[in-house]
């Protein structure tokens, strides 16, 4: 997850889709603590930190914000990530 990400965000994550990236993987299954920790390796940060921002943030992010991200990460390998047993 953490390589995908750098390689579809190479300078950051922007700001205003943050949340939709949390919600993204929280989509796939991937638990609180996955999230933040593949967060924490992307951003350099502990999980810790983000761990408190992944478990209160709300999911509020549109159906179509979401389907965006993704149709975005699918050009650098999201949906053979997604398979991976």
Same mark, same amino acid.
């Given at each position: 997850?953490? %390589? @995908?990400?750098? +390689? ?6 922007? &700001? =205003? ?5 949390? $919600?993204? @993987?929280?989509?796939?299954?991937? =638990? ?9 390796? *992307?951003?350099?940060? =502990?999980? !810790?930190?983000?761990?408190? !921002? &992944?478990? &209160?943030? @709300?999911?509020? +992010? +549109? !159906?179509?914000? /979401?389907?965006?991200?993704? $149709?975005?990460?699918? /050009?650098?390998? *999201? %949906?053979?990530?997604? %398979? $991976?047993?």
């Amino acid at each position: 997850m953490v %390589d @995908l990400l750098r +390689a579809a965000c190479p300078d950051e994550i922007p &700001v =205003s889709d943050r949340i939709v990236v949390l $919600e993204v @993987l929280r989509d796939t299954g991937m =638990s609180d603590r996955s999230v933040a920790a593949a967060l924490g390796s *992307y951003l350099g940060d =502990s999980n !810790e930190n983000l761990l408190h !921002e &992944v478990t &209160v943030s @709300l999911r509020t +992010a +549109a !159906e179509h914000a /979401k389907a965006r991200v993704v $149709e975005h990460l699918r /050009k650098f390998g *999201y %949906d053979p990530w997604v %398979d $991976e047993p």
